[in-house]
């Protein structure tokens, strides 16, 4: 019986895993198993025999059914103890860098214009930046042996070989859409409409696709006077001081009166501040819809006149937050973002020109 102890002792602690232990349990303590069989002899022995052998057996059987549980348990601590090892966690190491996006200024700053004209009543309009030629000349006054065309820079699309139709344009101005409003819902209107447009022109100042803001306003009365209260407002809101305007006679096809408007700024050391000063910045292009104009979208200009105008964003926020190059913005580069303090998508900071 020491015999057997020891055997099976020796077998159980060299086990190398719990299918082994699984066929060492079944070959000791099983059905069949060494042990079993010598406990089934204890029927043909004698009482005083049986006393003795009877007990030992069964201590053996339990000695052994131990030795299996606690290898069975070092074993899965062994297991783990190896998990661990190649599952170890360096929580030391620095994070990885997180590419972070941030809101383009131009979008901020469409964001800016169009929460400031809400304010006052505007509605967003938008219009195709592919447009027909009628919208974006013809229904504005804008005839085809006019000198306003050719000075445009205009972008055309082709047109397939052998069709004679005028071919469609890049949208010059957003001015286009003061048509497609009237067209849509007659008078009266107040509406702004930001958006992109294209120019062949490409210098610190000038980039070929660039971004306006229209604003059209019709109504019974409108004047001049509801226009300059606007823009003066306007600019006020945007810049975040008072800011002087100043009323130059222009001329734009569509509109009659015209005139451009400059805002009160600042040069110092090359940098311009707005809203202070006595220099002059020519901003925007507008005056009173062209009667004309007015017909070709389908509102009766003895009935109804208004004002219009359209602005630059990009200068808007070139002023706004003095960046010197245009070109900038559509750099791939945008560190410079963040050095002109334009917030990560994480906090954005929403709501806080010229027409060329
Ligand atoms: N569409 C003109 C431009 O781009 C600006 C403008 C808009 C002028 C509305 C008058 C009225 O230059």
């Known amino acids: 019986m020491e015999d057997l102890r020891n055997k099976y002792l020796e077998l159980i602690s060299n086990a190398a895993d719990e299918g082994a232990l699984e066929e060492l ?4 303590v099983g ?8 406990m ?31 290898k069975k348990a070092a074993l899965a601590d062994a297991a783990l ?7 170890w966690l360096d929580v030391t190491l620095p994070a990885r860098a997180r590419r972070q996006g941030s809101i ?21 309009a938008e ?10 000349f013809d229904a504005l006054n804008i005839p085809g042996h006019h000198p306003a065309r050719a000075e445009m820079d205009t972008f055309y699309t082709h047109r397939a070989e052998g069709d004679n139709r005028p071919p469609h344009v890049l949208r010059t101005h957003t001015s286009p859409v003061q048509i497609r409003s009237m067209e849509k819902t007659g008078a009266p209107i107040r509406i702004i409409c930001p958006g992109r447009v294209y120019r062949a022109d490409y210098d610190q100042t000038h980039t070929p696709m660039f971004h306006q803001v229209e ?3 019709i109504d019974k009365d409108i004047s001049m006077a509801n226009l300059k209260w606007v823009l003066e407002e306007f600019f006020s809101a945007f810049f975040g001081t008072h800011v002087e305007t100043r009323f130059r006679a222009s001329h734009f096809p569509f509109t009659e009166p015209s005139a451009e408007v400059d805002i009160q700024c600042s040069w110092e050391g090359g940098q311009v501040k707005v809203g202070e000063g006595n220099d002059w910045l020519e901003v925007l292009g507008s005056g009173m819809v062209h009667p004309k104009v007015l017909q070709a979208g389908g509102i009766d200009p003895n009935e109804y006149q208004g004002f219009a105008f359209g602005i630059g964003i990009d200068r808007l926020a070139m002023l706004k937050y003095g960046i010197p190059d245009l070109r900038a913005f559509f750099d ?11 917030a990560s998508l994480d906090q954005p900071t929403l709501h806080g020109g010229l027409s060329r």
């Open 127 to 136: 219009g195709p930046q592919i447009e027909t030629d009628w919208y974006n």
């Open 332 to 342: 791939s580069d945008l560190r410079w973002l963040r050095h002109y303090g334009f």
């Open 81 to 87: 103890e190896e998990r661990l090892k190649t599952e």
């Open 40 to 70: 089934r002899e204890l029927g043909k022995m004698t009482p005083e025999e049986r006393q003795v052998v009877g007990p030992a057996l069964n201590a053996l059987k339990n000695e052994i059914n131990s030795a299996l549980a606690a």
């Open 104 to 124: 383009h200024p131009i979008s901020q700053v469409t964001e800016e214009v169009t929460a400031i004209f809400a304010d006052m009543g505007f509605a967003v």
């Open 25 to 28: 349990r079944v070959q000791a």
């Open 31 to 38: 059905k069949k198993g060494e042990i079993s069989l010598k």
């Open 215 to 217: 604003g059209l306003a």
